[in-house]
Structures are given as C-alpha cells and as structure tokens.
C-alpha cells in the first residue's frame, strides 16, 4: 500500500530525495542525514548526493547492495522477500 511520506522538515520535494531515503532507510531525522551525507562527502571531496557517497554511507551503517534481477525475468515481491531473510532465489 502506498503512504505519502516526506521526511523534509519543511514539506521541500526538491533537490533532496536523497537525503530523504537516507533518513527513511536509516531511521534518522532528514537533519541528521544530510549531516552525515554533508560529512562524509566533505570526507571524500564528493557532494553528499553522489551515489558513492551515499552507496558508501549506507553501507557503513550494514546494509548491502543486493540484485534481484534474474535476467529478463522480473522478480517478485515473493522474491525480494527470500532474499530479504538471506535466501537465494
């Protein structure tokens, strides 16, 4: 089921989206993301947006990069769930 979320402090949608799924994923407040998404991209010279900044960001914090493509098929939520719990497809 869709829910509208915006973890802005000021309602923005713009510029900002990833410093708004950083904070969803994370569990953190949209101030604190983008302190650690400014910090660490001050850290390698890259603006906090980069995908390296925030590939590496969340996966100092334990998450992991996983493909749930299996070729031409197009995987399920069943699928995303086995992975999800460690399983392979």
């Given at each position: 089921m869709y829910r509208n979320l915006n973890?802005?402090?000021k309602g923005k949608?713009?510029?900002d989206c990833v410093v708004r799924?950083?904070?969803l994923a994370l569990g953190t407040s949209?101030?604190?993301a983008?302190?650690?998404l400014c910090d660490l991209g001050f850290e390698?010279?890259?603006?906090p947006n980069n995908d390296k900044v925030w590939k590496k960001l969340l996966e100092s914090q334990g998450f992991r990069r996983v493909i749930i493509s299996k070729g031409s098929k197009k995987s399920?939520?069943?699928?995303?769930?086995?992975?999800?719990?460690?399983?392979?497809?």
């Open positions: 973890l802005n402090p949608m713009t510029n799924a950083c904070s949209w101030d604190d983008y302190k650690l390698m010279k890259e603006m399920t939520v069943k699928d995303l769930a086995k992975i999800s719990k460690g399983k392979k497809l």
